[in-house]
């Protein structure tokens, strides 16, 4: 969720500088009736005309040289080095299109009624990986990154599965009840990324139920170690590694794939590396870093490039006297 939030920032920042001056109580409650208005006129498109203008705004994203850009820039640099500069520029340009209708497309994914979020899911491909995980009793952890349209994977798996998902409340509390109030809807329990979060997901996993976590958000200092991503040092989650090791549940990848011109999307499933579960934690956190790469390179264009995945880097080695 953490490029939603920041999509939705720039909206917000509109209204930052005219509350000011009146405190933080005026200055939410208009960032609140500005985010509310926004997912509202969203809701009411049709799909491909929601997505038409998503492309728009991730075009001018591009064109003004926004820090989204320049953050994907880098990070595609770094991670895709085989490509070569037209095809990372042209990579920039399709994430930030993909970016764009994320955020467009997050008003009728909140705000839509069961049957209609039934409706938008084309297919789903792999269903038997989390089928079988979830027939042996232990629970399972549905690890899915940031791509595609994982707001609504996560509100599709929720209309059968009894599910506890794990996020990272935001800095204001008005838009953390919206938030929460969406994803919960149909009967998803939220669970923040604290010890009574940590406390709801082993309960969870050990009546054998399902719980998502986001794999590829930074954790916060003292919650990750750094783990090869794309060949480079990342700080990762070290929670997966943890709960699977205390309750012995099994790991399933998915991702929510965004089609072509609004014609809806498809979930997928996969088998998570086998290595997540070894009781060594660079090894498992490796492999955990590794099944979400293989994700993102099934889907370059629909990863979310601009989420600062590297921002956080090990401290230098000290010369040998």
Not at 225 to 233: E, N, Q, R, V, Y
Request: charged share 20%; with cysteine.
């Amino acid at each position: 969720m953490g490029l939603a939030r920041r999509c939705l920032a720039q909206i917000n920042a509109m209204s930052k500088r005219t509350a000011q001056s009146h405190g933080r109580p005026l200055r939410s409650a208009l960032r609140l009736m500005m985010i509310r208005f926004f997912l509202r006129a969203c809701t009411s498109l049709p799909l491909p005309l929601s997505h038409a203008i998503g492309t728009g705004l991730g075009r001018l994203a591009w064109l003004t040289r926004s820090p989204l850009r320049r953050t994907a820039e880098a990070n595609i640099a770094r991670c895709l080095p085989e490509l070569n500069p037209a095809e990372q520029q042209q990579l920039v340009k399709d994430s930030l299109v993909q970016t764009g209708q994320t955020l467009t497309e997050l008003g009728r994914v909140w705000r839509a009624k069961r049957r209609q979020i039934e409706a938008l899911v084309q297919g789903v491909e792999g269903q038997h990986y989390l089928d079988q995980a979830l027939a042996t009793g232990r629970g399972v952890i549905l690890l899915a990154p940031h791509s595609g349209a994982w707001e609504l994977g996560g509100l599709f798996m929720s209309l059968s599965t009894p599910m506890t998902t794990l996020y990272r409340p935001p800095r204001e509390p008005a838009f953390e009840r919206l938030m929460t109030q969406a994803r919960a809807r149909f009967g998803s329990k939220l669970v923040p990324a604290n010890r009574f979060g940590v406390k709801a997901l082993l309960l969870a996993l050990r009546r054998g139920e399902l719980i998502t976590i986001l794999p590829d958000q930074e954790p916060n200092v003292g919650e990750g170690a750094f783990a090869p991503f794309f060949g480079h040092p990342a700080y990762t989650l070290t929670l997966v590694h943890n709960l699977m090791l205390k309750t012995g549940a099994v790991a399933v990848l998915g991702r929510t794939e965004r089609l072509a011109h609004g014609a809806g999307y498809r979930l997928h499933f996969y088998p998570a590396p086998a290595e997540l579960a070894n009781p060594d934690p660079a090894i498992a956190l490796a492999a955990l870093n590794a099944g979400v790469e293989h994700l993102v390179r099934l889907a370059p264009a629909q990863y979310q490039w601009g989420y600062r995945r590297f921002r956080r880097q090990p401290a230098p080695v000290p010369p040998q006297a």
